[in-house]
């Protein structure tokens, strides 16, 4: 009497199909891990690579500054700011507004600085669908180069208190 029946072995070679198979699985899964590093790399429009602490008070004194040097008018009491091409510009965020108003060039490159001075935020530019997240303490880097001219609206899109939905801040980009 045998103790184990070859039915109750659980391993069995591996069939042409069930092969075919677990091979199209195995190259997809490569394919997607690759494709992350390699679409940073080479995108148009790459998420920061740069990423910096600072403090509250310290991104308040660089953003003042950068407002009160650039400064062309106000909206609604939110300063408008038109900085030089290929400059460093800063974008403030706190409950619940995002200040100043950026005047951009299509076509320049600029290094955007975010921060948020008090809670999280979301940095959420409209329409088109740029998502990033705003955190006290840290100061984000992007380099960017707007292509298309127009108002672009800044959206918060993390919830940060009962004014959350107030707050909108404009990119303008000019031609
Ligand atoms: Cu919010």
Redesign the pocket.
Known sequence: MSVVSPERVWWKPLSRQERLWVGISLAWCVLLFVSLPLWHLIAPQNTPSETYRTTAAQYAELANRFIKQYQTGTDKDIPIVRPPVGSDVYLVAR??QWSPILELKKGQTYRLHLSSMD?S??FSVQPINMNFQVVPGYDYVLTITPNQAGVYNVL??????IG?HL?SGKIVVKE
Request: glycine share 16%.
């Open positions: 409950a619940w809670y935020h979301g918060c899109n993390e919830y940060c208190g959350h707050m």
